[in-house]
T-cell receptor
Framework: KNQVEQSPQSLIILEGKNCTLQ??????????LRWYKQDTGRGPVSLTI?????NTKSNGRYTATLDADTKQSSLHITASQLSDSASYIC????????????FGTGTRLTVIP | TAGITQAPTSQILAAGRSMTLRCTQD?????MYWYRQDLGLGLRLIHY???????GKGEVPDGYSVSRANTDDFPLTLASAVPSQTSVYFC???????????FGQGTRLTVV
């Protein structure tokens, strides 16, 4: 069983609408959790990083939340744009084994006009 | 700045042939990584290097080898390619092992 599960697998929304992507993890103890955006044919790019003690972090129209007790994170995208169409990947780094990142399979978001 | 560059962008390779995927970074990052990304699976670590002169095995190292002769370059070699190695390969680097990883644009490899 993957230690990082994301939902939904894919999502289609209208331009201008908001959406929330979910990430549940079992990695414990963990050092930090990152959300990456991966455009088609490109490598992933980091959007946000959250440590154990942080609950919310924003980066423009992207807001990530973290509940370390329930081991859940979400990525909320506000006022979506066509350029938000991409895969969003949740990545958890454990406290031990710095090279051992756990990747979710991603949520494929499509924003349509 | 170029950041991290992979070559080639894509390649079709006959089974049994060897190939080296190239990766170069100009950020003077200590750590470098090779991942493969397959449909329905998260990125999986093949090999990593925490600093020039050292390498380590990741989650799926079999069939692959790496070297880290200097800080900038981290080539990945397939000695005898098999169809199951058809994948998209990403090279990444970070200042050190526990900081943000920066990814290359990927190499799409098809083994036939």
């Amino acid at each position: 069983k993957n230690q990082v599960e994301q939902s939904p697998q894919s999502l289609i929304i209208l331009e201008g609408k908001n959406c929330t992507l979910q990430c549940n993890y079992t990695v414990s103890p963990f050092s930090n959790l990152r959300w990456y955006k991966q455009d088609t044919g490109r490598g992933p790019v980091s959007l946000t990083i959250m440590t154990f003690s942080e609950n919310t972090k924003s980066n423009g129209r992207y807001t990530a939340t973290l509940d370390a007790d329930t081991k859940q994170s979400s990525l909320h995208i506000t006022a979506s744009q066509l350029s938000d169409s991409a895969s969003y990947i949740c990545v958890v780094r454990p406290k031990t084994g710095a090279n051992n990142l756990f990747f979710g399979t991603g949520t494929r978001l499509t924003v349509i006009p | 700045t170029a950041g991290i560059t992979q070559a080639p962008t894509s390649q079709i390779l006959a089974a049994g042939r060897s190939m080296t995927l190239r990766c170069t970074q100009d950020m003077r990052h200590n750590a470098m990584y090779w991942y493969r990304q397959d449909l329905g699976l998260g990125l999986r670590l093949i090999h990593y290097s925490n600093t020039a002169g050292t390498t380590g095995k990741g989650e799926v190292p079999d069939g692959y080898s790496v070297s880290r002769a200097n800080t900038d370059d981290f080539p990945l070699t397939l000695a005898s390619a098999v169809p199951s190695q058809t994948s998209v390969y990403f090279c990444a680097s970070s200042i050190q092992g526990d900081t943000e990883a920066f990814f290359g644009q990927g190499t799409r490899l098809t083994v036939v």
